[in-house]
């Protein structure tokens, strides 16, 4: 009988005996082809995916949603319960809308110019829907668990971008659903108001500092009391200088007077060390004018004493001279160190005054920018009250949920080149794992005869000779 009749013709035995090792190896190698069907593809698909997400980060943010039933007549018209599970399906969908990507990149449009320098692969990323486009790529927003909590993530090669971006689209998901359903016609009138007046206070300060640091002043107040307080101050100075200039002149001109006279008529004035020591000099030099009109009395001019006294009296009149002289001399510096004070008084006065000559010019400039600068901020306080009520207005109106920040953006995964390794085999491990079940499933449901040995176990027949193909 040739083995193809032999499989064909034989009734439907299902096999119960054991597999041993040579049965495995064998069903093993039967069934390769399912293996690698079922292996291959996960490997591939895992992979790949694996290796696309190596040196990414992926950012998280969580939002909890509020869902409450809603009591106004005109928002709950067929008196039903919120249906949780539609609700949050439908905010999941947002999450993901294009409405949320492009208000996101909206909201990242200054940043672009960073995110391009982070990192180097998005140096040709432009604004729009370009940038809406790749936001949206590496965006996954899911339910937590069977919770009311929405995570999003988001993926990127650089872990700032991951959470600029994560907290940009949650921030985006927020604002559209808690105020983008809303007619905010008059929110938004008022916000561009505050917005316009904000700007124009700006630019008056702007203009206010331009004319203060343009005349080097800093604060126009501190420094009309500083400069008024030192140009009162220089000219007090100015005027005690200018006394004492010429008390000295005065006193010089005089002790230059008596320098021509004789020494002893030299006055000592009110100066308590040089009068004692001119008065010392003074009364030494009567002392040998009177010890030589003693020894003329008993001597001749030509004697011999009275030349030695006399010539000690020349010498203390040349002494007291010097000292004339040097006090003269002292009172000449003093004179020139007053004159030169004198000077730079002057100077210091004309300097503070040629300051101060814009300075009239200056305060009535700066002083009606401030008056303008004051009503545009009372009217930004009424203008913030009144968008605060328009606002406080709109919040009234409740909505069917209401979505809150729960955590703050941060990075959750790092796919690095150890990890990738890992999850490879992981994957490749799972890919084969699920070939060999599927192998040996298919080999439980396959009832056909491959070997003689299966004839003696299933059948109870003996076998005295086999026929291969090949035979």
């Known amino acids: 009988m040739a083995p193809n009749e032999l499989q064909t013709n034989l009734p439907v035995v299902v096999r119960q005996r054991g597999l041993g090792p040579r049965d495995i190896a064998f069903v093993l190698f039967r069934r390769r082809w399912i293996i690698l069907a079922i292996a291959v593809p996960i490997i591939l698909v895992g ?32 008196g039903r319960a919120v249906d949780y599970d539609r609700e949050l399906s439908t905010l999941l969908n947002i999450g993901m809308s294009v409405s949320v990507a492009e208000n996101a990149a909206v909201a990242l449009a200054d940043s672009l110019p960073l995110i ?40 990127a090669e650089n872990p700032r971008v991951a959470l600029m971006a994560v907290d940009a689209l949650r921030s985006a998901f927020m604002q559209y659903e808690n105020y983008g359903r809303r007619n905010l016609g008059a929110i938004g009138y008022y916000g561009e108001q505050v917005n316009s007046v904000r700007a124009r206070i700006d630019s008056l300060l702007a203009v206010r500092g331009g004319i203060l640091g343009s005349t080097g002043y800093v604060s126009l107040e501190d420094e009309m009391r500083y400069q008024t307080g030192a140009a009162a101050q220089a000219e007090q100075d100015l005027r005690k200088v200018q006394v004492d200039r010429q008390q000295l002149e005065k006193e010089y001109a005089t002790l230059v007077g008596y320098l021509d006279k004789d020494p002893r008529e030299f006055p000592c ?42 010539a000690v009296l020349e010498n203390s009149l040349m002494r007291l001279r010097e000292e004339e002289v040097a006090y003269t001399g002292s009172v000449h510096l003093a004179l020139e160190s007053t004159r030169q ?43 913030q009250g009144k968008w605060g009520e328009v606002r406080m207005s709109e919040m009234a109106d409740d909505r069917v949920s209401r979505v809150v920040a729960l955590t703050n953006p941060q990075i959750m995964t790092a796919m690095a080149g150890s990890k990738t390794v890992v999850y490879l085999v992981m994957v490749a491990v799972f890919g084969i794992a699920l ?35 090949k035979d």
């Open 47 to 78: 992979g790949g995916s694996l290796l696309g997400r190596t040196g990414t980060y992926t950012a998280a943010a969580r939002v909890l949603v509020e869902l409450q039933n809603v009591d106004q007549p005109r928002w709950n018209t067929n």
């Open 116 to 155: 391009r320098k982070l990192d180097p692969k998005l140096s040709q990323l432009e604004a729009g829907a370009d940038f809406r486009d790749y936001l949206m790529g590496g965006l996954e927003v899911n339910v937590v668990g069977e919770s009311n909590i929405l995570e999003f993530s988001h993926t």
């Open 269 to 310: 004035g009110p100066d308590e060390s040089r009068s004692s020591t001119l008065v010392g000099w003074r009364d030494l030099v009567g002392k040998h004018e009177d010890a030589l009109n003693s020894i003329l009395s008993v001597h001749t001019e030509d004697s011999l004493p009275a030349r030695q006294q006399r």
């Open 341 to 383: 004070r004198e000077v730079t008084l002057l100077a210091q006065l004309s300097e503070i005054k040629l300051g101060n000559r814009n300075l009239p010019d200056v305060y009535q400039r700066v002083s009606m920018l401030d008056s303008d600068i004051k009503s545009l901020r009372d009217l930004l306080d009424d203008l």
């Open 435 to 469: 070939g060999l079940v599927g192998a040996f499933v298919q080999e439980t449901l396959d009832h056909r005869i491959y070997a003689p040995r299966d004839v003696e176990d299933n059948l109870k027949l003996p076998v005295f000779a086999s026929v291969s193909r």
